[in-house]
């Protein structure tokens, strides 16, 4: 496994009077896309939350490339080059496509300040964020709006890249575009951390899984070797990939 870029050692994270997280060990390998598998209700986006300080961890550590971020506000994590595209997306729906990216842009006040390179080559990866730049981006179609949540997260270079069910509710063409975007960030050096329930989607990317249930990491190790073992998969997850 290559050097570890984060890590949550013994994370508990409690909402409410509820503790959803029982202990949480995770390994994200540097430049490389980590799958997070589990049944609904496992404790996914908890974690997910947890490591962006949206929730904060009642007991364990998490660290990002060496260094203890676990009280840490989310301004400062994000500040860290760490971006994260929730389940709901988080697009502003009275704004333009062109409006949102903007405020992505942390470097830049107005959209002539954003890097044209980096633009033109978020544009090849979604074509949809050019074409309807200047649209509402309430008018976009959902997997329009998946589209401009990931461009919108990496319109500035980012170490880690962190994505909470991109595939939902996306028409397979979508997941193809989505697959292939996700390809070339990791080609380009992005350490992702990924959630999915798209078996296909998980198979195709994933260079290293870890599993969870019940709050806890159960499994973890090479995709490869988790799509290979069918006994594995039923036990873990309930199914076959």
């Known amino acids: 496994m290559m ?3 984060l890590v949550l050692e013994g994370v508990h994270t409690d909402i ?3 503790h959803i997280l029982h202990g949480v060990d995770l390994v994200v390998p540097r430049g490389q896309l980590t799958m997070l598998l589990g049944r609904n209700g496992a404790g996914k986006t908890t974690t997910l939350r947890t490591i962006m300080g949206l929730w904060r961890a009642s007991a364990g550590h998490i660290k990002f490339a060496g260094s203890d971020i676990t009280a840490m506000s989310t ?5 860290l080059d760490i971006a994260y595209v929730p389940e709901t997306m988080g697009i502003f729906s009275d704004l333009t496509v062109k409006e949102n990216m903007l405020l992505a842009a942390r470097r830049a006040k107005r959209a002539s300040d954003m890097d044209d390179t980096r633009l033109k080559w978020i544009f090849t990866l979604f074509p949809a964020v050019e074409k309807f730049w200047s649209h509402p981006a309430g008018k976009l179609s959902g997997g329009q709006k998946q589209m401009l949540a990931v461009a919108r997260a990496i319109i500035e270079p980012r170490e880690l890249l962190i994505v909470d069910e991109p595939s939902k509710g996306l028409a397979p063409a979508i997941i193809n575009n989505m697959i292939d975007a996700f390809a070339e960030l990791k080609r380009g050096g992005v350490t992702i951390l990924l959630v999915e329930q798209n078996i296909n989607f998980a198979k195709r990317l ?3 899984v870890a599993v969870m249930d019940d709050g806890r990491v159960v499994h973890s190790g090479s995709m490869q070797a988790l799509a290979e073992d069918e006994n594995l998969q039923r036990t873990l997850l309930g199914l076959s990939l």
């Open 3 to 5: 050097t570890p870029l």
């Open 16 to 18: 409410g009077a509820y």
């Open 75 to 79: 301004p400062q994590i994000s500040a």
């Open 206 to 208: 994933g260079d290293t």
